[in-house]
């Protein structure tokens, strides 16, 4: 299995393209599918090479024609259904842009997890590419309810996306399952294997009603939640072309072998992840699913991708969390720093890379400046602000020699400084610097932002020089 950068705070696509063959399930129709990359900011996108002009699909929430039996979109007479595992699989392995060509109405059931797409992507690569990925940062909660299926969703602020999933179907096999995905790193082994489920009398129904030509029990686990009869069980075999069909102790056909024991709750979650899709940005939340299906999934996509729309401008702001041990503490920051109280105006650094950093300055009363600056009005001078970014710059600065101590850090220029609001005592200011091009004879160029909560206050161009200290 290839090792996802999840980190990476570019784009992705897939380096060459990739085919991949298989059965409609509901129409039974032998499809064939090619991945194939493309450019950045472009998204997925399904394309009916079968039709006449060819037309592309967008994979958007706003698009979804029917979640019956599996995601539908639509869009100009062109309809691609059953999308949601390979969606699921292109989130998992880091693709931000894709093409899909496909030669019929329905992306092909497979195994009935995302574990083929995946290790088709895996096979031929991924291939970062320049462009930024725009991450979206809740700053409340997003909450669907629907009272009639008992389905709660919610999106929490977080630093990352995760997902928890709960199902529960009243039914004394399944009884009531959890799964949890802490990190999209863990995606293709802990949840992209997990394959579909159904309950028996589900089975009957759709063969009744010749809905499931594609079906051969070898891509759903079958719950039998009734008492079933031999001559039932003898039909089934007949109809699936299996020599015999049984009831395992668990009330599981013997048609496959659970790979967890908690394997239906995950699938649920690959769904989540892949319905989550079309929403069509990536977001920083925690998404708290309880029974949650492909039509609530849907529209809880549609929620969260409304409240994009009306947040654009929250895009990029770091998120602070005060119960998470920061990455560097003060007494870490003052064997960095050269300054000392009350002049050392960082208090902690959350996150670090070899090309950003984020840290925090507490604003308080107790500063010595409120003294005389504005004191029956107190207001953060902006030349503070502005050193405050240098001095969190000088930390990213820093850390990327393994003699820190031995360098002091020098403004060389300050440009594009823009004050948007006022930073009074009791503010907690976030500020971000990132690099915005390579490190040349100790010349740093930083783009600087600083905020509160998710207002930014300060933005600013630096470029700083390490400058080693003379020996004395």
């Given amino acids: 299995m290839q090792v996802n950068n999840q980190s990476s705070p570019n784009q992705h696509t897939i380096k060459e393209p990739v085919t991949l063959s298989g059965v409609g399930l509901h129409t039974g129709a032998h499809v064939k599918i090619t991945i194939k990359p493309a450019n950045a900011g472009f998204g997925y996108r399904f394309q009916r090479i079968d039709l006449p002009e060819?037309?592309?699909?967008?994979?958007?929430?706003?698009?979804?024609?029917?979640?019956?039996?599996?995601?539908?979109?639509?869009?100009?007479?062109?309809?691609?259904?059953?999308?949601?595992?390979?969606?699921?699989?292109?989130?998992?392995?880091?693709?931000?842009?894709?093409?899909?060509?496909?030669?019929?109405?329905?992306?092909?059931?497979?195994?009935?997890?995302?574990?083929?797409?995946?290790?088709?992507?895996?096979?031929?690569?991924?291939?970062?590419?320049?462009?930024?990925?725009?991450?979206y940062t809740l700053d409340s909660n997003i909450h669907f309810y629907d009272p009639v299926k008992n389905v709660d969703m919610l999106a929490i602020p977080s630093k990352h996306y995760q997902v928890t999933t709960m199902i529960d179907f009243n039914s004394p096999i399944l009884g009531t399952q959890h799964a949890t995905l802490k990190n999209l790193s863990e995606f293709n082994k802990e949840i992209g294997s997990c394959r579909t489920f159904c309950f028996l009398h589900e089975v009957e129904y759709l063969l009744e009603n010749n809905l499931i030509k594609g079906g051969d029990l070898s891509n759903a686990i079958v719950v039998v939640d009734k008492p079933v009869s031999q001559e039932e069980l003898n039909h089934l075999a007949k109809v699936f072309n299996k020599e015999t069909i049984e009831v395992k102790q668990e009330g599981i056909l013997n048609n496959l072998q659970m790979k967890f024991p908690n394997e239906p709750a995950r699938h649920k979650l690959l769904d989540v992840i892949g319905d989550l899709a079309l929403v069509g940005s990536c977001i920083n939340a925690h998404i708290i699913a309880s029974r949650p299906g492909h039509a609530s999934n849907v529209e809880f996509a549609k929620k969260i991708k409304q409240y994009i729309k009306s947040n654009k401008h929250l895009a990029g702001v770091p998120v602070y969390d005060p119960t998470i041990p920061p990455v560097y503490d003060i007494t870490q920051i003052e064997k960095f720093l050269p300054h000392k109280y009350p002049f050392l105006l960082v208090d902690k650094i959350i996150e670090m890379s070899d090309k950003h950093v984020t840290g925090i300055k507490n604003v308080t009363m107790n500063e010595q400046f409120f003294t005389g600056h504005f004191p029956g009005n107190p207001v953060m001078p902006g030349v503070l602000q502005i050193e405050s970014m240098a001095q969190v710059g000088g930390i990213l600065a820093l850390n990327s020699y393994q003699d820190p101590e031995n360098y002091d850090t020098y403004f060389l220029k300050i440009d594009k400084v823009k004050f948007k609001q006022k930073v009074i005592p009791g503010d907690t200011l976030v500020i971000h610097m990132e690099l915005t091009s390579p490190v040349r004879r100790g010349i740093f160029e930083m783009k600087g932002m600083a905020y509160v909560g998710n207002k930014l206050v300060t933005e600013a161009e630096l470029v700083a020089q390490l400058v080693r200290k003379e020996k004395k």
């Avoid at 009935?112 to 797409?117: A, H, T």
């Fill in 54 to 135: 060819q037309p592309i699909v967008k994979a958007d929430a706003d698009l979804v024609v029917d979640t019956s039996r599996g995601t539908t979109i639509e869009q100009n007479g062109a309809r691609i259904s059953t999308i949601e595992h390979l969606l699921a699989a292109l989130v998992g392995c880091n693709i931000d842009n894709a093409l899909i060509e496909i030669n019929a109405v329905e992306v092909p059931i497979l195994d009935g997890s995302s574990r083929e797409f995946i290790e088709a992507i895996n096979s031929v690569g991924i291939q970062e590419q320049d462009a930024k990925r725009i991450v």
